[in-house]
């Protein structure tokens, strides 16, 4: 078994026996300490599958504002948390410090086929809020370019009007006179 400082290979479970992570609670505290360890784990759970349909639902009614930016961040930074940890949660070691059978996902507060099922379901729905987003920012682009264009359009047409040479502003008649 390797030790916390050691490098070990995805396929090898990371556990750590009780209280040898440097967590010294005595063991009558230890239950309890576990459960706050999943509600946390829970709560923090069910905060970034709300930023993640919310995700979806501005992606689909093309919304694309600060709140959308905020839940993008979270679920953003919540997966590259998870990645940078090798696909680990960081409260799994924790969990299995205060002595959790195994401290990963799915010892939080849900049913157990979506407990084992997470990353599978997770991953489409992350690739569907980007798929739409992008589409989002390809009208969006496209809007903006086609409103810059009508811009220059009437600017030029403006442009033309005016007279070009020093000949034409002498003899040019003012407007309004």
Not at 9 to 28: H, K, N, Q, W, Y
């Amino acid at each position: 078994m390797a030790t916390l400082l050691e490098k070990r290979s995805l396929s090898e479970r990371a556990t750590v026996p009780p209280g040898s992570a440097g967590i010294s609670l005595p063991p009558s505290w230890r239950g309890s300490a576990l459960v706050g360890v999943k509600a946390v784990h829970s709560l923090l759970y069910f905060s970034i599958e709300y930023c993640m349909g919310y995700l979806i639902y501005a992606g689909l009614k093309g919304r694309e504002e600060r709140r959308t930016a905020i839940a993008a961040g979270v679920v953003g930074g919540e997966s590259l948390i998870f990645l940078g940890n090798r696909c680990r949660c960081p409260l799994t070691g924790l969990a299995e410090n205060l002595g959790a059978a195994s401290g990963s996902v799915t010892d939080i507060y849900l049913p157990g086929f979506l407990a084992s099922h997470l990353v599978l379901i997770h991953v489409p729905l992350l690739a569907l809020a980007l798929c739409l987003h992008v589409r989002n920012f390809r009208r969006q682009v496209k809007s903006m370019r086609s409103a810059f264009l009508l811009c220059l359009l009437a600017f030029i047409r403006r442009m033309e009007s005016f007279p070009v040479g020093k000949k034409d502003i002498i003899h040019a008649k003012r407007p309004g006179v």
